[in-house]
């Protein structure tokens, strides 16, 4: 799985920045700058190897691993770029089959 440059390629009024850029002990990471109501968010883009695709289509697990000082910090997982209508579309059917669930 490698980061990807050009993270929103369809919201270029996002400013993109790279985190770690000049600190080799880090991974650089490529990310582009959002902000929300009362929030600043940070998105990252990422492709799957063949073999990592293979493993998705075939198992249907994705992990997320976050290290953390204390605190959990909201995170979404998407497979649609965000602030597109796909993504729109499809965050609406989620919330959607989560009121059907009660799980909020």
Partial sequence: MQAQEKVLPHSPQ??????????PEY??????CVS??????????YRLTLWERLHVLIFGNLWVEQLTAGQ???????????????????SKQQECEMCKAGAH
């Fill in 14 to 23: 996002y400013r993109e920045i790279v985190l770690a850029k000049n600190q």
């Fill in 27 to 32: 991974i650089p990471l490529p990310v582009a």
């Fill in 36 to 45: 929300y109501n009362d929030c600043t968010g940070l998105i990252s883009r």
């Fill in 72 to 90: 959990l910090q909201p995170q979404r997982l998407t497979v649609f770029e965000p602030f597109t209508e796909a993504d729109v579309q499809y």
